[in-house]
């Protein structure tokens, strides 16, 4: 059984298979898996369940309307990321994908204009400008991010897209720590470039992963990855 602060997971197993139950979890009434109402099901009779952190299934979007960055400047910054809940039979491969459980209910939102954007869910304001002042539950990542400004003018983060599906997370003593994001910012009438990767200073000296990415496309890649309301300010 797993417990978050509104969220409980439970499983039980059947004579070849697995119930599945998801209750949300309310002050009055006592966190408890209700199975008679859970899901079932027919894997065989393989004992093996594994239960896996995983990121959101659409990109996230940052607000970032209190942070700046000068000219052939670097920022760097944290954000705590939510995590879902992938529960696998047997092995961790995608056929053996019981059910995928978001422990946090994320607000729907656009990134980009109107006929060009895409999907995503929204992640808010809220940043770190060190890891240590994170402090995220169990059921939360930290997302290392730096912005290079290779541009002549005062680059406003005003909303940063994060293509959570080109992540990985990994294990650093004890917390779960998304790859690091790294964005050179080019200018607004030229596409910035963003990669997904590994950092011995953000996830330890040894490669340990939790989870890979969902998607196995270039970790360099050449997106849009803000949207300005306002124009950027000119040196």
Known sequence: MLAAADFLLGVRREKEGWTISQEVITENEPAHPDFNSGDYFQTGKSNTLLILPALPVKPLVFKGNLLHVGPQQKLSFYLKMPLSVQVFHSKNQPANLLSEIPVKRLSDTWFGDSYSGEPAFLLGTQHFRKASDVNPSSYEAICPVT?????????????????????????????????????????????????????????????????????????????????????????
């Open 147 to 235: 912005i290079f400004n290779n541009s002549p003018g005062v680059l406003k983060v005003e909303r940063l897209i994060i293509r959570v599906e080109n992540m990985t997370l990994y294990n650093n003593n004890g917390n779960i720590i998304t790859s690091l994001l790294a964005i050179e910012y080019k200018g607004k009438e030229t596409i910035s470039s963003a990669s997904y990767h590994f950092s011995r200073v953000h996830h330890g000296e040894k490669e340990d992963i939790l989870a890979n990415p969902r998607s196995w496309a270039s970790k360099n890649l050449l997106k849009i990855n803000f949207h300005f309301i306002r124009n950027i300010l000119q040196s």
